[in-house]
């Protein structure tokens, strides 16, 4: 008895010294993150420090249908059209604390007067008083189909824009969802929250839903977490019956797996609780200028919180859906994903996803790099490696390759490999564009002459040339800008491929429900 004890006395000591030291590391990490952020970030703007209070708030808003969620995103918008005007007035911040009120207040002015919030600035005018912040509905005068599109992290309805006007053409009402948190200002990315986003998708699938008639299909699609998202309701609605389970799942670069050190989002900002205005800058993990009218610059430590979390979840729900069988009821998931991908990594989709998938009828589409020999000094060899290993493994969906149609020529093809049949190669007219060495997370849902997001030369609208057709050099610093963020493709060469594919998805199902 004495021995066992005694045993149990050191367990106990063993497990409160390792608790004491996953505090101490915890502590350490925080502190650490504190002293960058408080050192190294650049100044806060009012729109970084100033939050709307009218958000949709799943707790205080359970009850809201659908067109009561519209009516509170109007107050929220007419909240920030006040809030911005005052800021127009002020021509300048008048809290710069700590620093001489003039020069502060210049800054100020400076910053807000290139930024989004600006409604008679350059970037309004660009986007044409950017109306895609916000929900929209195209609605075809008889509609054959219904659909529900989410944007992603830090993003815009306007992401979403391209693929709801391909389906729209097709004859489907598209209704694309702004999620809470997002459109307004980068400050609401403190307080946001994944179950907000959650019941949102909720709100807007009941709706649409709701709207189908007999022998239409129901889409849902999504952008980065937006994938997450309309990937992780087509799981619910498997055993919840109160939910309509879609007939197809369309993802663009969708967040499947973070990297582990994502996890220490959970912790980082832990000093930002303290009320210390100097400390307010530990909610970030980055601020920059906010230059783009559909997209948050800055990053919030919440917001890589919040899609972890919704990542996680939607992890386990795949392996639990695989365990009880339910995957085989999945509607078909279609994917258009680059093979490199800095945002959300590409190797998620093909290890959480579809290597769970059983039927040819879910289909990945795997943007290559481009293969141009004179590139291959610069490319790195494991952007090559997802897809040799994915085409030599045993698999139960199709796979598209679409890549280089010969080692010295831009020129790109499909090459779809189906279960059980022989490999398929088709060319297309579409080429490498001269110095492009790879698409990316942000540049798949966006068209090449976008005006907003558009690389082509001429891109843009007023005059004004496109946020993606910047080809700045200079030496850093020169600008406010970072100018490494200018190389970042913003839009997609190979557009016109997801937009035939989407269409003939669509007469595909079409068909197939007239017959």
Known sequence: MGAAGS???????????????????????????????????????????????????????????????????????????????????????????GQERAPCRAEAAEAFRHSRFNADGWLQRLAHGAPYNRTFRLSPPRAVGHALLVHGLTDSPYSMRALAETLHARGFDVTVLRLPGHGTLPSMMTSMDAADWTAAVRIAARDVSSRVAAGQPFYVGGYSSGGTLVLQYALDALQDPELRRPDRVLLVSPAIELTPVAML????????????????????????????????????????RQINRATRGLQRSLQDAQRAGRLAQLAPVVTWQSVVDSTVGSAGVVDQVYARLDAPAHRLVLFDLNRLPELAGVERPEAHALIERVEGAARGYTLDVVSNAASRQPRIELRRLTPGEAAQQRPLELDWPAGLVSLGHVALPFPADDPVYGFVRGSGRDGIPSIGSWLLRGENGAITISLGSLTRLRSNPFWPLIDADVRGLAEQDLAARRR
Request: aromatic share 10%; glycine share 6%; proline share 5%.
């Open 7 to 97: 045993a149990s006395r050191r367990v106990l000591r063993l497990g409160l010294r390792l608790v004491l030291l996953a505090l101490a590391l915890a502590l350490t990490l925080a502190l650490g993150f504190t002293l960058y952020a408080v050192g190294a970030l650049p100044p806060l703007q009012r729109w970084h420090t100033e939050r709307l209070r009218g958000e949709f708030d799943a707790r205080r808003h359970a009850e809201l249908d659908f067109a009561g969620y519209l009516r509170l995103e109007a107050r929220l918008f007419d909240e920030l059209a006040a809030t911005t005007a005052a800021w127009a007035r002020d021509g300048g911040d008048p809290s710069c604390l």
């Open 265 to 304: 989002a959970e912790i980082i900002d832990l000093f930002s609780v303290l009320p210390i205005p100097l400390l307010d800058k530990v909610r970030w993990q980055a601020v920059a200028p906010e230059f783009d009218p559909y997209k948050y610059n800055s990053f919030a430590v919440n917001a890589s």
